[in-house]
């Protein structure tokens, strides 16, 4: 008999083995793949269009992939940036894979990318167990959220290479206790960098896509140790890209269908 268990593992086996053959393709095309993670109405999108604007004024390429359920409303925000931007459809799932990813950016991903940013389903739950093949993996919180919001989703959290607090021009108006929220989020991931930032003011603008290069030129990241075991993998570690290349990317994944191991 078939175990649910057996079944996420079985897809996440899958997955794991996409993002590996994802990571090692963008690696060789010296892209950075960089996978940020929150909650609806973190402000994950408005943050990402003051990314994707600051790297074009700064002349560094970038693209960004972001993916939901309908619509492409976060597609033509982030456009406005005039940085090349795609939709992505998880057909009904509540999180991106690797095998939708790469398929999202076979004939698409413009040569010289240095960084690409996907902005995942809002959901700290299901996107946390998929390796999308990223070298540097962002949990975002608003000031809105809670501070209890780490211990809420550990996963999400605990497995982040960086974490960042959205917002933070309104968080004496709402009460935010910044010092319980990092208190929490080292209590599930120690020894995380926490950034603040707000679209609205600029307060961190840029810092995103300074790490992103960072980790391309070889910087090490922090690695998470997540306790609690609910994921069976954790993100690979970055690669150095150290010489420019002159072909663009090329990703081969197949049409293979993908089983919700969510029910």
Same mark, same amino acid.
């Given at each position: 008999?078939?175990r649910?268990?057996? =079944?996420?593992?079985? $897809?996440?086996?899958?997955?794991? #083995?996409s993002?590996? #053959?994802?990571?090692?393709?963008? /690696?060789?095309g010296?892209?950075?793949?960089?996978?940020? =993670? &929150?909650s609806?109405?973190?402000? %994950?999108t408005?943050l990402l269009?003051?990314?994707?604007?600051?790297a074009? @004024?700064?002349?560094?390429?970038?693209?960004?992939v972001?993916?939901?359920?309908?619509?492409?409303?976060?597609a033509?925000?982030l !456009? #406005? &940036?005039g940085?090349?931007?795609?939709?992505?459809?998880?057909?009904?799932?509540?999180h991106?894979?690797?095998?939708?990813?790469?398929?999202?950016l076979?004939?698409?991903? +413009?040569?010289?990318?240095?960084?690409?940013?996907?902005?995942?389903?809002?959901? =700290?739950?299901?996107? !946390?167990?998929?390796?999308?093949?990223? *070298?540097?993996?962002?949990?975002?919180? *608003?000031?809105?959220?809670?501070?209890? %919001?780490p211990? %809420?989703y +550990? *996963?999400a959290?605990? =497995?982040?290479?960086?974490?960042?607090?959205?917002?933070?021009?309104?968080?004496?108006?709402?009460?935010?206790?910044?010092? !319980?929220? @990092?208190?929490?989020?080292?209590? $599930?991931?120690?020894?995380?960098?926490?950034?603040?930032? &707000?679209? #609205?003011?600029?307060?961190? /603008?840029?810092?995103?896509? @300074?790490r992103?290069?960072?980790?391309?030129?070889?910087?090490?990241?922090?690695?998470?140790?997540?306790?609690s075991?609910?994921?069976?993998?954790?993100?690979?570690?970055?690669?150095?890209?150290?010489?420019?290349?002159?072909?663009?990317h090329?990703?081969?994944?197949? /049409?293979?269908r993908? !089983?919700?191991?969510? &029910?």
């Open positions: 008999m078939c649910v268990d057996d =079944l996420k593992h079985d $897809v996440l086996a899958q997955n794991n #083995r993002a590996q #053959r994802l990571r090692r393709e963008l /690696t060789a010296g892209t950075t793949l960089v996978n940020l =993670l &929150s609806p109405g973190s402000g %994950k408005q269009e003051a990314e994707l604007t600051h074009r @004024r700064g002349g560094v390429p970038v693209a960004a972001t993916a939901d359920l309908a619509t492409e409303n976060d033509e925000r !456009a #406005r &940036s940085a090349p931007v795609k939709q992505a459809f998880t057909d009904g799932l509540c991106l894979e690797a095998d939708m990813l790469g398929r999202c076979t004939g698409w991903l +413009p040569a010289h990318t240095r960084v690409l940013f996907v902005e995942n389903v809002g959901n =700290l739950v299901c996107p !946390a167990s998929y390796d999308l093949g990223e *070298s540097l993996r962002i949990a975002l919180c *608003s000031v809105t959220e809670g501070e209890d %919001k211990l %809420k +550990p *996963s959290f605990g =497995l982040a290479h960086l974490v960042v607090v959205t917002k933070s021009d309104i968080a004496t108006a709402v009460g935010f206790d910044e010092s !319980a929220f @990092r208190a929490n989020v080292q209590q $599930v991931n120690p020894g995380v960098e926490i950034v603040r930032t &707000s679209a #609205r003011t600029g307060e961190g /603008t840029g810092e995103l896509l @300074r992103a290069l960072a980790v391309r030129a070889g910087e090490t990241v922090h690695q998470p140790v997540l306790a075991g609910d994921r069976t993998t954790q993100p690979a570690q970055p690669h150095t890209h150290e010489h420019a290349h002159e072909r663009g090329q990703h081969d994944h197949g /049409t293979q993908h !089983a919700d191991a969510h &029910s």
